[in-house]
């Protein structure tokens, strides 16, 4: 049950990290990240910051998934961190002032929390 709950979170982790590399590659997504400021293209230093994003993300799976004793064992210390940005991350998307950001990030991400919490605790 653990390593499925992990490979939820991972999967359901793929979703954002498409869109921050999709708008670190000039899509006109910016409506779906930082409250809708950039309703078309990211500026080029907040292209910057949807890589960094991207591979936190990552990072963030990678101890999940490490957590549930799929993948390198030392990521697993950044398991609760990670949990807490999940946590973090939904609070904030669910009060964006963007209805787009809040209804496309707020589900997905409170399923990640779900997963997590799961792998956490069982």
Same mark, same amino acid.
Do not use: D, K
């Given at each position: /049950? ?11 982790? &793929?979703? +954002?990290? =498409? /869109? ?11 409506? =779906? $990240?930082?409250?809708?400021?950039? !309703? ?5 230093? #907040?292209? *910057? ?9 990552? $990072?963030? &799976?990678?101890? *999940? ?9 030392? *990521?697993?210390? %950044?398991? #609760? !961190?990670?949990?807490? %940005?999940? %946590?973090?991350?939904? *609070?904030?998307?669910?009060? @964006? +002032? @963007? ?5 496309? #990030?707020? +589900?997905?991400?409170?399923? /990640? &929390? ?9």
């Amino acid at each position: /049950m653990t390593q499925t709950l992990a490979f939820a979170y991972a999967g359901l982790t &793929a979703l +954002p990290v =498409l /869109m921050h590399l999709a708008n670190a590659a000039g899509a006109p997504l910016g409506r =779906l $990240t930082v409250g809708g400021r950039f !309703p078309g293209c990211l500026p080029p230093a #907040w292209r *910057v910051l949807a890589l960094v994003q991207a591979a936190l993300l990552c $990072t963030m &799976a990678g101890a *999940v998934l490490a957590r549930a004793g799929i993948g390198p064992l030392p *990521v697993a210390v %950044l398991f #609760w !961190p990670a949990v807490v %940005l999940t %946590l973090l991350s939904l *609070v904030a998307n669910a009060a @964006s +002032p @963007s209805r787009p950001e809040r209804l496309l #990030w707020t +589900p997905v991400l409170f399923l /990640m &929390a779900a997963a997590a919490l799961g792998v956490g605790f069982l």
